[in-house]
Nanobody, 126 residues
């Protein structure tokens, strides 16, 4: 069983920055990709960014391109989400997720992932 623990959320003013971290731990596991999703009140969980673990290839939803950066530290089994130029519409609970194998499905889909963290709240004030 893989455990994912997120940290780094908080309250920030519009235009500010936050860095989220997600550490994976547990018994021996493989990682194909990790991703970040977010869910605002009353809305469905939506894709934010993903990274293919070995190749380091990254993917972003259009609304965060140029503002958010996903990265990983293979040795620490940790994925990061650097969020700059934050906007009030970025307010949500942010979840990290792990896909342990290549399921030949888009990394933007919730169903592609095998495990989820507990979420961390990000609030951007105007």
């Amino acid at each position: 069983q893989v455990q994912l623990v997120e940290s780094g959320g908080g309250l920030v003013q519009a235009g500010g920055s936050l860095r989220l971290s997600c550490a994976a731990s547990g018994r021996t596991f493989s990682v194909y990709a990790m991703g970040w999703f977010r869910q605002a009140p009353g809305k469905e969980r939506e894709f934010v960014a993903a990274i293919r673990w070995t190749a380091g290839i990254t993917f972003y939803t259009d609304s965060v391109k140029g503002r958010f950066t996903i990265s990983r530290d293979n040795a620490k089994n940790t994925v990061y989400l650097q969020m700059n130029s934050l906007k009030p519409e970025d307010t949500a609970v942010y979840y990290c997720a792990i896909s342990k194998t290549n399921k030949l499905r888009p990394l933007s889909l919730v169903g592609t992932y095998d495990g989820w963290g507990q979420g961390t709240q990000v609030t951007v004030s105007s």
